[in-house]
C-alpha cells in the first residue's frame, strides 16, 4: 500500500469514528438502567452498594445487614463510573447554579402504557434525582457507549481493509455494522449486551488474527490469552457471556486438535489463564457484595415470575423463545436487523480469500448457536418485550462478517434491499425505542424524532418549559448533517482517485 493510500486511509479512519460517536451520541436516550445506579455510586462514593436509590428499579434489592446492590455483574458499570466520574465537577456546578435541578418535585404523568416508566419518573422526582439519573443517563452514553461503538466500527474496518478490502468498502461495512444493526439500538445508553458484542468482536479479531497468518499458523498464547481476557471481562459484565467463554474454548481446541493433546492444552491455558483474572474480579465483587463469592446476583433477588421456573430461571428452550428471539417484532434479532438472517446462506456461496474459512464459519455458526440456546432457555429472555433486542446482540458481529460475502455475492438489488430495511429499522427503533412495527408507523406518520425529545414530551406536565415540538429533532438532524457534510465531503472521492 503506497505511502498516500495510508494517510488517505487513516483519515478516513478518523472520519469514521468521528461519525459513529456523533451519531451515538445523538441518539443517546436518558433510559436509566439497574447499572447507572452502580455507576453513580463508585464515582461518587467508591462503594457498590445503592442503597440511595432503592426502589427506582425492580432489579435493585436489599440483603438484610448488607444493604442494597444491583441484580446483574458490575463490568458494565465500572467503565460507566469513568465518564460520570470526569463530569462531575462540571454537573456539581450546573446543580450549584440551578439548585432546582435536585430538588424534590411534585408528582407528574409520564404519558406511557407501562405503568412502570410513570412510577421511576414521580419516585425520582420525589427525591429530586430525576435530572441527575437523567444527566447520567446521557453522559455514560455519550461518554461511553458512543465512544467504544466508534472503536468497534474502526476495529472492524481495520480488520476488513487488512483482509484485502479496500479503504472503501471497508469503511463502508464499518458504517454498515454501526448503523444498520441492533449495535446502534443498544449503544444508546449504559448497556452490558452491547459492551459483550464490543467483547465477542475483539474476540474474534484475536484469534482469526489482526492481520492475516501464514497458512497454517495458529494464534499464539499471548493471543489466546487475549481472547480469554476479552471474553472474561464480557462475563464480569453479564453471566450470557458464559456460553461465548465456553463455545469460543471450543473454538479454540478444534483448531489444534491436529496438533496433538500438547498443543491442545497449551493452548487451553493461555486461553484460560487470559480469562481467569476477570472471573477472580467477579468472585471478589460477590464476595464483597453477597457474602459469597460462588453466587451471581440472580440468587440473592427476590423471588419473580420467571426466576422460580427451572434453576433461578433457567429451564429447557422454549418455543416461543426459540421463535421469538429470532422472530418477534419486540425483540427478535432478525426482525431488528432482517440482512443478518441472510448471513445463513454464507455455506451456498463462493468466497474469496478475503472472507472466513471454513473452519471460522464454523467457529462462527457453533458460537451463535450457543447462544441462542442458552437465550432461549433463559425465562428472563421473555421480558425483552420490555426493552426490544437484547440477549442475542452480541452475535450481531459474528453474524456480520458472515454477511459480507453473502451480500458480495447477491444480485446488487437484493443486496441494496436488503440494507436498505435493515437500516430503516435500525434508525427507525433507535429513534423511537419501540418495537419494529411500532417505530415504524410512528416514524413514517409523524416524522423522524429522537429519543430525548420523545421522553421530554411524554413528561410534559412535569417539564414544560422542555417541549420544543418537531422543531427540535429538524434543528439537531440538521446541524449533525451539516457537520457530517463537512467532514465527508469529498473523502471517497479523493480516495478512488488514489486507487
Request: net charge positive.
Amino acid at each position: 500500500m503506497s505511502g498516500r493510500l495510508r494517510r488517505l486511509g487513516a483519515s478516513l479512519d478518523a472520519k469514521l469514528v468521528l461519525t459513529v460517536w456523533l451519531v451515538y451520541s445523538l441518539f443517546a436516550t436518558t433510559n436509566v438502567a439497574r447499572e447507572t445506579y452502580l455507576s453513580l455510586a463508585l464515582a461518587e462514593r467508591g462503594s457498590i452498594r445503592v442503597d440511595e436509590y432503592h426502589g427506582l428499579h425492580p432489579d435493585l434489592f436489599e440483603i438484610p445487614g448488607r444493604g442494597w446492590f444491583i441484580n446483574n455483574n458490575p463490568g458494565t458499570s465500572f467503565l460507566g463510573a469513568v465518564p460520570y466520574a470526569l463530569a462531575r465537577p462540571f454537573l456539581g456546578m450546573l446543580y450549584s447554579w440551578m439548585p432546582s435541578l435536585i430538588a424534590p418535585k411534585p408528582a407528574a404523568a409520564y404519558d406511557d402504557a407501562r405503568p412502570n416508566r410513570n412510577k421511576f419518573l414521580n419516585a425520582s422526582r420525589a427525591r429530586g434525582l430525576d435530572v441527575k439519573l437523567g444527566l447520567a443517563a446521557l453522559v455514560t452514553g455519550v461518554g461511553l457507549m458512543a465512544p467504544l461503538g466508534a472503536l468497534a466500527a474502526w476495529v472492524l474496518a481495520t480488520y476488513l481493509r487488512h483482509r484485502g478490502l479496500t479503504s472503501r468498502q471497508a469503511t463502508f461495512a464499518a458504517l454498515l455494522y454501526a448503523i444498520g444493526t441492533p449495535i446502534f439500538f443498544r449503544s444508546a445508553f449504559l448497556n452490558q449486551n452491547a459492551l459483550l458484542a464490543h467483547c465477542v468482536l475483539g474476540a474474534y479479531v484475536v484469534l482469526t488474527g489482526w492481520r492475516p497468518r501464514a497458512p497454517g499458523a495458529l494464534p499464539r498464547a499471548a493471543e489466546l490469552a487475549g481472547v480469554g481476557a476479552l471474553l472474561g471481562f464480557g462475563l464480569l459484565c453479564d453471566y450470557s457471556a458464559t456460553p461465548l467463554l465456553v463455545a469460543f474454548g471450543l473454538w479454540i481446541l478444534a483448531m489444534h486438535v491436529r496438533r496433538g493433546v500438547g498443543p491442545m492444552v497449551r493452548a487451553g491455558v493461555a486461553y484460560t489463564a487470559g480469562a481467569v483474572p476477570m472471573i477472580l474480579a467477579l468472585f471478589a465483587y460477590q464476595w464483597a457484595a453477597f457474602g459469597s463469592p460462588w453466587f451471581p446476583a440472580q440468587r440473592y433477588m427476590p423471588a419473580t415470575t420467571y426466576s422460580v421456573i427451572g434453576w433461578n430461571g433457567f429451564f429447557v428452550p422454549t418455543g416461543e423463545l426459540l421463535w421469538g428471539n429470532l422472530f418477534d417484532p419486540r425483540y427478535g434479532l432478525f426482525a431488528f436487523c432482517p440482512m443478518l438472517l441472510a448471513a445463513l446462506a454464507v455455506p451456498f456461496v463462493r468466497r474469496g480469500a478475503s472472507d472466513p474459512d471454513a473452519a471460522a464459519m464454523r467457529g462462527i455458526f457453533g458460537v451463535s448457536l450457543a447462544l441462542y440456546v442458552f437465550s432461549s432457555a433463559n425465562q428472563f429472555a421473555n421480558l425483552q418485550w420490555n426493552t426490544g433486542v437484547r440477549y442475542l446482540v452480541p452475535l450481531v458481529p459474528l453474524l456480520f462478517v458472515a454477511l459480507l460475502p453473502v451480500l458480495r455475492a447477491a444480485p446488487r438489488a437484493v443486496a441494496i434491499a436488503l440494507i436498505a430495511a435493515s437500516v430503516v429499522v435500525s434508525v427507525a427503533v433507535s429513534m423511537t425505542r419501540e418495537s419494529v412495527t411500532d417505530a415504524l408507523a410512528i416514524v413514517f406518520g409523524g416524522g423522524p424524532t429522537l429519543p430525548v425529545f420523545i421522553v421530554l414530551e411524554k413528561m410534559a406536565s412535569g417539564y414544560p418549559a422542555l417541549q420544543f415540538g418537531a422543531l427540535g429533532p429538524l434543528v439537531a438532524f440538521g446541524g449533525i448533517a451539516l457537520v457530517l457534510f463537512l467532514l465527508w465531503r469529498g473523502a471517497f472521492s479523493r480516495t478512488a482517485e488514489a486507487a
